[in-house]
Structures are given as C-alpha cells and as structure tokens.
C-alpha cells in the first residue's frame, strides 16, 4: 500500500495564481482532512470530509475549497492565492470504527510559496 | 475543547527512556488522548492513544493517571531516529477533529 499520497510535493505560485492540490489514499478510509502547518505554530485543520460527496469546515476554512468526488481522492483548492497561504499543507485520511477511536494516518506534505 | 500542554523541548540520552508529559485539566470522560511525532518536515505519524487504561504498543507506553488530567507518554529505549516534536492531542468528540499543540521538541543524543 502506497498508504497517503500527495502531488505536488513542492509549488511556486504568483498572487491570483489558482491551483489544486491532491490527497489520494488506499486504505479504503472513510474520513479525510486537509491541515496546513504554519513556522510557529500546531497543525491547523482547513476542511474535512466525512465520507465521500460530503465536506465539511475546519478551523481555518477561508481562501480554499475542497472536493470528495472520490472515496480515495481529496482535493484542495485555491481559487486565488494569497502570500498568506505560503505554508505546508498535510493531507490525512482515517477509518472509521465503531467504537469512535481512530487514527489519523498522513501524507508527506506540499510545500507551497505565494509570492 | 479540551486543551494540552505540554513542555516546548526535552532532552534525552540515547538507549534510556524517554518520558514526555502531558497535562490536559479540561478533558471530559469520554475524550481521548493522542500522540503523535513528527520527524523533521515529515507528515505526522501515529504513535498511541487510550481512554483511561495505560496503553502499550510496539513504538510506545502510554500512562494515563487515575483522574485522566495527565498523561505520560514513555519511549522505554531512545534512538537517535526518535528525535521529533512529539504532539498530545485531546480528541473532539461532536466533529471528529484534533486540536493540535506546538507539541515537545525532544532532542536524543549521542
């Protein structure tokens, strides 16, 4: 198993500039998130998705969207990019049990420069 | 929400154990505790987690204390491969999401 998987691994971007970035897992997960990771500061959750056609709002939701068309694939996008959204962005997909534990299992990252 | 603290670096001696504490005062019965590592700029990587009982796994101890507003996570015999910034998280319960801490930075040395 290729486990988490996200392309591209590295991103340059001018202001306005869009761009999508892609979450691929083959764990037959349920639950999938895209975090963004900031010099400084904890890991901060900007959407997740509960299941597949569905997404939802994390903490940090602003100057993205998000897509599951896919059970596998979790998309995010941006419309028009921000110097602001310079940052590392992990992508995490976890099963779901009946009991409520889980974990969450990550992918390598995008870095991603807005200048 | 639930909220961790935890110390911002540690050291440690390779081959001895590592022990990292935790505090989470708020949490409620039937939250979890997390931990997490991450090693350099990699994706985080699941190490344990448990409810009340002391958890044990192929990477880890976790020790909970009876009244569950600390916890210890215990590396028994560190390597330098464990130096990580080490993150306690307290699962939310109604939205399925970790609040994530700026965690312990631990340091094994030679």
């Known amino acids: 198993n290729a486990g988490v998987t996200q392309t591209p691994k590295f991103r340059v971007l001018k202001t306005g500039q869009s761009m999508t970035l892609l979450c691929a897992q083959d764990?037959?997960?349920?639950?999938m998130y895209w975090y963004r990771q900031d010099p400084g500061m904890g890991l901060r959750l900007i959407h997740y998705?509960?299941?597949?056609?569905?997404?939802a709002k994390g903490e940090v939701p602003d100057g993205y969207n998000v897509s599951r068309l896919k059970k596998q694939n979790f998309l995010l996008g941006l419309e028009s990019a921000a110097p602001s959204q310079t940052s590392v962005y992990f992508c995490?997909?976890?099963?779901?049990?009946?009991?409520?534990?889980?974990?969450?299992?990550f992918g390598p990252g995008t870095r991603l420069t807005v200048t | 929400d639930a909220k961790t603290t935890q110390p911002p670096s540690m050291d440690c001696a390779e081959g001895r154990a590592a022990n990292l504490p935790c505090n989470h005062s708020?949490?409620?019965?039937?939250?979890?505790v997390y931990w997490y590592r991450q090693i350099h700029s990699q994706g985080p990587q699941y190490i344990i987690h448990?409810?009340?009982?002391?958890e044990t796994n192929e990477m880890a101890s976790l020790i909970i204390t009876e009244d569950r507003k600390s916890s210890t996570l215990i590396l028994p015999h560190a390597t330098l491969r464990d130096t990580a910034v080490y993150y306690c998280?307290?699962?939310?319960?109604?939205?399925?999401?970790?609040?994530w801490g700026l965690g312990t930075s631990l340091a094994v040395n030679p």
């Open positions: 764990m037959n997960h349920e639950y």
């Open positions: 448990g409810l009340k009982n002391n």
């Open positions: 998705s509960v299941g597949e056609g569905t997404t």
């Open positions: 708020t949490i409620s019965g039937n939250e979890y």
């Open positions: 998280i307290v699962r939310v319960l109604r939205n399925r999401k970790l609040i």
């Open positions: 995490a997909s976890s099963p779901h049990t009946s009991v409520g534990s889980y974990e969450q299992y």
